[in-house]
């Protein structure tokens, strides 16, 4: 038996051989109905210009004051950061580092790593590591939350509507454009196809 | 209804956890079965001590949220009037000031979801101790919808991120964080693990023949 067709649902483990799947189908467990793959159209190169485009985003959002405060002719402007500082000063320091690292670093990582891995691989180049970087892209993925992060936004700017004036700032359209990006960035997103593309084209150019 | 359909497990294959590789499974091995050869991570037939973990992680889970829903979250001071607020008295606030939309996000998202999402986990992983052949394909999405929804608990948290961000003009207007954003935090990413730690493949197993279907020490 030739292993490599086939593949274990990974909701119910079930075996399944999968046929060659032409792009926009796709293939679901015949037990539990869990996705089992779906190839998309150009994979590699829309992700990696995606990627490229949250990243500069992401840099924006994050340098550019994102929210002014107005009330009794006092405008006080803030950056992310500044809650994360917030956080750190009035002695919750583990708040501060779970707010910067879903907010900041998980979608700032998952960039990078997207970037280090498709642009070498877009020139059949592969970089040293990738597969561990690329396993941990994927499993910070539950800790990237940007669009919860967008939430919390309309929430207090809500909120405060009644106490003073909200002035949004570049940096909330960067982040409203950066949920977008980064959604489609992972959803244009097909690992199996960088998994395959490695074992087609790792072999020829390893060492 | 598919009688002991062919399994990965069954077959002697272990798929990566990571990657979806298929890797032969060596006799004898009981335990480790090294790494994958595509990707490099560790290769489980079934996540380790799914049940311990998870039941572990659950009880955690549920003794914090009684603080975080007991302590207060924020301080604001207006105009010289200091006033804390907890997470139902926040929703309150919002039901009274009529902004019901609010509200219910609030109330969803910070009550609700992780409360959900806590008896669901509970419900399967009792009825992956007892072995129930009830209706895996319905506990199986269950399952996946506590995958999704919690990471939306955290609205609140971003929420009075921004709140004492924005807001520092001393007596005029200041909010600042309280210490119940630290135990519903803790809720938070503690149910988060919990989903993670739970492994959905354990809802099939009891449908494979018996001799295959040993649970992981």
Known sequence: MKVGSFMACHDCDLLHRIPVISEGMTASCRRCGALLAKPKQNSLERTLALAITGLILLVMANSFPFLGFKLHGQVQHTLLLTGIRQFYASGMPWLAVLVLFTTVIAPLAQLLALIYILLPLKFQRRSPGMFYVFRWMLRLQPWSMMEVFMVGILVSMVKLAKMAEILPDVAVFCFMALIFVLAACLASLDPHRVWEHWEKNGCRHQH | ?217
């Not at chain 2, 799914?50 to 001071?77: C, E, G, Q, V």
């Not at chain 2, 910070?110 to 052949?133: E, H, M």
């Not at chain 2, 919808?145 to 709140?163: H, K, N, Q, Y």
């Not at chain 2, 964080?177 to 693990?193: H, R």
């Open chain 2, 1 to 217: 209804m598919p009688t002991s359909a062919l399994t990965a497990k069954t077959a002697s294959l272990v798929s990566c956890t990571a990657c979806h590789l298929l890797v032969r499974k060596h006799t004898g091995t009981t335990d480790s079965l090294g790494q994958c050869p595509r990707c490099g991570a560790t290769l489980h037939s079934r996540k380790r001590n799914s049940i311990a973990r998870t039941w572990a992680l659950i009880l955690a889970a549920f003794l914090f949220y009684i603080p975080a829903n007991l302590i207060p979250i924020t301080k604001i001071t207006s105009m010289g009037v200091v006033k804390t607020d907890t997470i139902m008295s926040g929703v309150i606030y919002f039901i009274a000031t009529g902004l019901w939309p609010l509200a219910l996000i609030i109330f969803v998202a910070s009550i609700f979801v992780p409360l959900l999402k806590l008896l669901i986990l509970t419900f399967l992983v009792i009825s992956v101790q007892r072995r129930s052949n009830w209706r895996p394909k319905d506990r199986t999405r269950l399952y996946r919808l506590t995958e999704t929804i919690g990471r939306w608990s955290m609205v609140d948290i971003f929420a009075v991120t921004i709140l004492i961000a924005l807001v520092q003009l001393g007596a005029i207007a200041n909010i600042e964080a309280q210490k119940g954003v630290v135990f519903f935090a803790a809720v938070v990413v503690i149910t988060m693990f919990a989903a993670m730690s739970f492994d959905p493949r354990l809802i099939w197993d009891t449908k494979e023949p018996e001799d295959a279907c040993e649970y992981p020490a």
